[in-house]
């Protein structure tokens, strides 16, 4: 496998989702390095790297995932439990199905191929069916941070394409996930 298809695999796995992920590689082309940052890994350097360089980014990554392990348990004390526990219960919403206990999800009964991130996220949607969420709201639940607008935005977009793409949806496509200006985004059932 190449090494998106590894960052895919490593990111479908939820034990794993908080690790920081840098590609180093000698893939320097723009559309190789774009693709890399949309599929939200850490960081992407291109060979060859200055051995400090390298180090400066690992330390740095390493320190950015402290601090959101220290903010995800900081937000989940604050929050009351902010994430909707885990049940047996499946969620429908028109022709989207997603199973909680299983980590799955069907859209016109095709199984998705989901992150872990984009199954929270999806999840957290489900149960808030047609309902405004906000922007940090959604940051507090798929990356753990409390944040502002404008980061939480940032975070989420590449993410929101991404999980648009596996529910069928084209580039610029907002489907049944809709941006709610200002706001946030809202999760409707898909046609």
Not at 20 to 36: C, E, K, Q, W
Not at 163 to 176: D, H, I, N, P, T
Request: hydrophobic share 40%; aromatic share 6%; proline share 6%.
């Amino acid at each position: 496998m190449n090494g998106y298809q590894l960052y895919e695999r490593v990111r479908a796995e939820p034990d794993f989702v908080a690790i920081p992920f840098v590609f180093l590689t000698a893939r320097g082309i723009d559309s190789d390095i774009r693709y890399g940052k949309e599929l939200g890994a850490d960081d992407y350097l291109v060979k060859p790297v200055e051995p400090e360089d390298l180090l400066a980014v690992v330390a740095g990554r390493l320190r950015r995932a402290a601090q959101i392990a220290s903010a995800t348990e900081l937000s989940s004390r604050r929050s009351g439990g902010l994430v909707p526990e885990r049940d047996s219960e499946e969620l429908q919403l028109g022709a989207l199905r997603l199973s909680p206990r299983q980590r799955r999800a069907w859209l016109n009964q095709r199984q998705l191929d989901l992150s872990a991130r984009e199954f929270t996220v999806l999840e957290y949607l489900m149960h808030r069916p047609s309902a405004a969420v906000p922007l940090r709201e959604l940051v507090r639940v798929s990356h753990g941070l409390e944040t502002n607008d404008g980061e939480a935005a940032l975070l989420l977009r590449p993410l929101m394409r991404l999980l648009r793409r596996k529910l069928g949806y084209s580039a610029g496509e907002m489907g049944c996930i809709e941006n709610v200006r200002s706001v946030g985004y809202r999760l409707i059932p898909p046609a």
